[in-house]
């Protein structure tokens, strides 16, 4: 492998996937020149599981990409949340919650992920101090005189190359070979389920509600897409989950009628199926010398409370933001591997991704397991979420990817019911 000469940047990203395209957006207008480094090419064309998936943004979220100046290419696709309703398969009890309670037009927005993709990649297109690197797929590191690490990168004919940089984030996802190369553990804890995703269209007009009805199986979940589709996340056992995606449609859509029911009258399947292997992935540590970790490659969630991309976005944002004002600060002594402002960074993030990991845990394994008897406490549950204000308003910011971030990365208010 050859390193004569690799081209310098200030900070490498690696994993050009929602997290780290937002980072790399969020960083135009530092000054600082920036690699982008991403494993596929960025015209491949959409998989089935790409065309199918959808993100459900809190307002917080919608708030960052306004901030971003990204809000209005996404906004005409974005299906606006303006209710919320939990409940549970055979058992009495439900949560409601509407976004006039809280005075605001939507509770969050559900949109495609290409959609998103679209957007990031159009802005990252028109930054000359990002460099977009793909398809180059990250290998190895190696430190380099006291303040470069040199990445080794191959493209798609396995043919080497080599940048240099001064601050290394891993963006690359779950399996993060950054993560691993840095030597940076992490707890990972296989909920031996898949979500299955796909389109549906209802017989009865959504009205903008996302539905969430938990399973013995598992949580599924009908998000408004379109006027008239729903977004589906469907959460299996993985076997099921197979078993699933290679039926015919017809099989499909009676079995998810039969766990939905039939509050929105007949079903129809409306698009592709796709499929996800589901763990939980904890980092032991988001920075390490002259690198950091950011979204799935920092913590990865069950999709069941929509949290992970809305907890990314705050890591990716809340990065960028101690950036700025660390170089703000220093001037040219800015350096932006400065391993106390990385330090400071992580520390400032982990009570949110840990409050978002344990909740979301907390909901995965109360709801979604067969053990006798859990269903009554399980309903009970519920039934005292509808009663109780207090309780209620936790659940309509944390479940379903809504949590409004308390932290300094807000960038919105919400006026308690
Ligand atoms: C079914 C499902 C539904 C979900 N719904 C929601 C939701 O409604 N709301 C929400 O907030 N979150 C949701 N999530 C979670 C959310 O999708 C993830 O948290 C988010 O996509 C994480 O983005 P990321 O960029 O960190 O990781 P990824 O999306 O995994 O991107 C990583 C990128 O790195 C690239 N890469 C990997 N290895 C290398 C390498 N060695 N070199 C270079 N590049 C590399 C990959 O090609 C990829 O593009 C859902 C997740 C699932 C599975």
Not at 27 to 34: D, K, M, P, S, V
Not at 244 to 268: H, K, M, P, W, Y
Not at 277 to 302: E, Q
Request: hydrophobic share 45%; glycine share 10%.
């Amino acid at each position: 492998m050859s390193s004569a000469n690799p081209i310098k940047y200030d900070i490498a990203v690696v994993g050009g996937g929602l997290a780290g395209a937002s980072l790399a957006c969020a960083l135009a207008n530092t000054g600082l020149q920036i690699a982008l480094i991403e494993a596929q090419a960025f015209d491949a064309p959409a998989d089935d599981n790409m065309r199918a998936r959808t993100t459900a943004l809190a307002w917080g979220t919608r708030a960052m990409f306004d901030e971003l100046g990204l809000w209005g290419e996404m906004a005409e696709s974005a299906a606006p949340i303006k209710r919320l309703h939990v409940s549970q398969r055979g058992h009495f009890g439900r949560v409601q919650v509407a976004a006039e309670e809280y005075g605001l037009p939507a509770l969050g927005y559900v949109v495609p992920n290409l959609v998103m993709i679209e957007a990031l990649r159009n802005r990252l297109a028109g930054l000359d101090s990002v460099d977009v690197i793909a398809p180059a797929r990250f290998q190895m590191l190696r430190y380099m005189d006291y303040d470069r690490i040199e990445l080794s990168l191959t493209d798609e004919d396995d043919q080497p190359s080599t940048v240099s940089t001064r601050l290394l984030i891993g963006a690359d996802g779950a399996r993060s070979s950054v993560r691993e190369a840095l030597g940076i553990g992490a707890q990972i804890d296989d909920y031996h389920q898949s979500a299955v995703i796909t389109i549906i269209e209802p017989e009865r007009a959504h009205d903008g509600c996302a539905y969430e009805r938990f399973n013995a199986d598992g949580p599924v979940a009908l998000l408004p897409r379109t006027a008239d589709s729903c977004a589906c996340v469907w959460t299996v056992p993985t076997d099921m989950a197979r078993d699933l995606c290679a039926t015919d449609d017809t099989d499909f859509i009676t079995r998810l009628q039969n766990v939905f029911g039939e509050r929105l009258g007949r079903l129809s399947l409306a698009g592709p199926r796709g499929s996800y292997p589901l763990a939980r992935v904890l980092c032991d540590k988001a920075a390490s010398t002259r690198a950091a970790l950011i979204g799935n490659a920092g913590h990865s969630l069950h999709p069941a409370a929509a949290q992970g991309f809305n907890l990314a976005i705050r890591d990716a944002l809340g990065l960028a933001a101690t950036l700025r004002e660390h170089q703000a600060l220093k001037g040219h002594g800015f350096d932006p591997g400065d391993a106390d402002m990385l330090a400071g960074w992580a520390e400032g993030r982990r009570p949110d991704q840990h409050r978002v990991a344990n909740f979301t845990d907390a909901i995965v394994r109360v709801f979604s397991n067969r053990v006798p008897g859990l269903g009554h406490v399980r309903s009970m549950g519920l039934f005292g979420l509808s009663l109780a204000p207090g309780i209620r308003h936790d659940m309509a910011r944390r479940s379903m990817g809504l949590a409004l971030v308390e932290d300094a990365s807000s960038t919105a208010s919400m006026k308690k019911p």
